[in-house]
């Protein structure tokens, strides 16, 4: 079941694909969908909740009924989680008992802090949601990084061709390679910043297996913690029949979760994630797993409660708290997280709500990096501050908001970018491009370049162009130029022409946040002080959809 539910995970991972045509199908969200740490996140920093959020409450009934079955059959983390610790076995001590440690509790009082980090406006909770985390690192690291080896293998067998008499080796990868081409990979290469970081943080938590089996899930995971305290009395609880009973403690040592406080008794349903290895483990069949109800109480073993509870103190639950205001305070007083500032290279996707309700929905998944047909939207690093690590912006160099494109929106699991028609999206406002006449070829060198203009795609150019005779030398014949120049009313900031603009160090003509439809406060030119300009304007609609991006 792991494994399947892993497979579904990796298949509508490769399934969110940029093409146009017919809206994504909402199947692309379900995990995140069916992430209760997700809907509690939302709906307490932004009190409302996107319709197929409640499908979360699908895995809280399961959970109220079976305990932390999510946890141990459902969650890919938790799976790649349970392979790390059969790998990392060998290194930590044979046939030592898993036994429950206060260290445990440390799950909840994270949680406690998330959630208090989340009502005053900072969601830090989904940055450490694993359902978050598997995909943002597959999307933004490993799909990445798998295609750049498989191609550039594919590309060196290619022009080697190796053969041995008739038979070529390319026979053999050409097929395999076209087929992953077409149907997996589908986009070019995509590459994003702090990859290497995303990646890092994975590793780095599958690497402390080696510590104790399922480290992430026993101490950190606010998602297991939530689930915990959902689980506190589930219908489907485990017995011990004290007859059968030799308190030989195998069920302990195969316990991955660390869910008892005895040989065969004080077991804690908060803890355990339904795997049922105890009772795989029991020579004696003195372990079994039944339905009885919460108010019924379970018998006692060898002097141990049946069942125990977990026992959050109020004065550690206070503390946790007081971190998430402390941490709401740090992260929310800067001038940026204030509306004060606006960093120039904070280019948002189209439709993204106003900063504060976008930081406050966004939940950094990587969906929209994914479905991007460009790969122009990257993991912002410092440039939204810490409250908005590894949330969406454009970045033109890489790649430019496609015209035709409004999936991002449509994919979009929380609301932090609108889903909006396309039509729509075409007149909003991301940024604003200007010129650096310093680099500019018809500025600093007086030669004509019209790449810029050539790939506008506003129906009516945003891009124009004035005469003007350059000075010469005596003798020379006077010489005209054409030079830029950006219409501010009709330019979008989807970053084409500083994607193509033939300076690929630095271009000559950069989009910047300002003037974007969210931010009323980030409009460098006044309404009504300034006249369209006028020059001579080429006609015809501009770049369409699968036109080549070669200048």
């Known amino acids: 079941m792991q494994l399947l539910v892993l497979a579904a995970f990796f298949g509508l991972l490769l399934a969110a694909r940029p093409s146009t045509g017919a ?179 994975l590793l780095l938590i599958l690497a402390l297996n080696v510590l104790r089996p399922r480290f992430w899930c026993r101490y950190v995971c606010p998602l297991g913690g939530l689930l915990g305290l959902l689980a506190w009395r589930p219908w489907l609880r485990r017995e011990t029949n004290a007859e059968a009973c030799n308190q030989c403690d195998l069920c302990g040592m195969r316990c991955p979760a660390a869910a008892t406080t005895a040989p065969g008794a004080g077991w804690k349903p908060q803890e355990c994630l339904g795997c049922l290895s105890c009772t795989e483990s029991c020579t004696a069949a003195g372990l079994k797993f039944r339905f009885r109800p919460p108010w019924q109480p379970s018998p006692a073993i060898d002097g141990h409660a049946g069942v125990e509870s977990i026992d959050l103190r109020r004065r550690e639950l206070l503390s946790a708290a007081a971190a998430g205001v402390v941490g709401a305070i740090v992260l929310r007083t800067t001038p940026q997280a204030r509306g ?40 912002a690093l410092h440039q939204a501050g810490l409250a908005g690590l590894w949330t969406p912006r454009l970045v033109p160099t890489i790649g430019y908001c496609d015209y035709e494109c409004a999936r991002c929106g449509q994919v979009c699991p929380t609301g932090a970018i609108a889903p909006t028609p396309l039509a729509k999206k075409q007149s909003l406002r991301i940024g604003l491009a200007m010129f650096d006449t310093s680099r500019c070829l018809p500025y600093a060198l007086g030669r004509n370049c019209m790449v810029c203009e050539e790939h506008c795609p506003v129906p009516r150019k945003a891009i124009y162009f004035r005469e003007v005779e350059l000075p010469v030398e005596d003798g020379e014949e006077p010489r005209k130029v054409l030079e830029p120049h950006i219409d501010p009313e009709r330019c979008i900031g989807c970053g084409i022409c500083e994607n193509v603009c033939p300076f690929k160090d630095r271009p000559a003509i950069r989009v910047t946040s300002a003037g974007e439809s969210r931010h009323p406060k980030n409009q460098p030119i006044l309404p009504g002080d300034t006249p369209r300009p006028r020059g001579r304007r080429r006609r015809g609609r501009g770049r369409r959809q699968g036109e080549d991006d070669a200048p």
């Open 340 to 379: 004060k500032t606006f960093h120039p290279d904070l280019i948002r996707p189209p439709g993204a709500r106003a900063e504060a309700d976008f930081l406050e929905r966004c939940t950094a998944c990587g969906l929209c990096m994914k479905i991007c047909p460009t790969g122009g939207l990257q993991p």
């Open 23 to 201: 809206e994504p199908s909402w199947l692309l969200k379900l995990f995140f969908h069916l992430d209760p740490l997700i809907l509690c996140s939302t709906a307490v920093a932004t009190w409302s909740i996107e319709p197929l959020a409640w499908l979360a409450l699908i895995t809280v009934g399961v959970t109220v009924l079976l305990g932390r079955v999510f946890c141990g059959w459902f969650c890919p983390l938790g799976t790649l989680h349970a392979i790390a610790s059969r790998l990392t076995r060998g290194w930590r001590p044979r046939h030592e008992p898993q036994r429950w440690s206060r260290w445990q509790l440390a799950k909840y009082y994270v949680l406690a802090a998330m959630l208090v980090l989340a009502l005053l406006g900072v969601p830090w909770l989904v940055l450490v949601d694993p359902i978050v985390i598997l995909y943002r690192t597959t999307t933004t690291a490993i799909v990445p990084g798998v295609q750049w080896m498989i191609e550039d293998a594919a590309a060196g067998i290619y022009q080697a061709d190796p053969a041995i008499g008739d038979w070529k080796l390319t026979s053999l990868t050409e097929p395999p390679y076209r087929w992953l081409r077409d149907n997996v990979f589908v986009t070019t290469r995509q590459s994003f910043l702090s990859s290497g970081l995303i990646l890092a943080f």
